[in-house]
């Protein structure tokens, strides 16, 4: 299964500021990670080691629980944070 996923980037930002951040994790297989906003998926990276997600201007609706999963064919691990 793979490892648990590892986020790396920005973790505050103000309105009208660029938010940036990497979801990543290992495996082998390689993973599918996916990066999801309550039931919405906003990045997916499939067989890749980790997912990016860009935000040109944070908004206050950008806030909230986000969840990173990463995948393959023997099990998956996640990682929320807000």
Same mark, same amino acid.
């Given at each position: 299964?793979?490892?648990?996923p590892v986020l790396n980037g920005t973790l505050w930002a103000l309105a009208g500021d660029p938010l940036s951040l990497t979801c990543g994790a290992?495996?082998?297989?390689?993973?599918?990670?996916?990066? %999801?906003?309550?039931?919405?998926?906003?990045?997916?990276?499939?067989? =890749?080691? &980790?997912?990016?997600?860009?935000?040109? #201007?944070? %908004?206050?609706?950008?806030?909230?629980?986000?969840?990173?999963?990463? =995948?393959? &064919?023997?099990?998956?691990?996640?990682? #929320?944070?807000?």
């Open positions: 299964a793979p490892r648990p290992s495996s082998h297989p390689s993973p599918i990670v996916t990066l %999801a906003r309550g039931r919405r998926v906003v990045a997916t990276a499939v067989y =890749e080691p &980790q997912v990016r997600l860009e935000v040109p #201007a944070a %908004a206050p609706e950008d806030g909230g629980e986000y969840l990173c999963r990463a =995948e393959n &064919q023997h099990g998956h691990s996640s990682l #929320a944070f807000n």
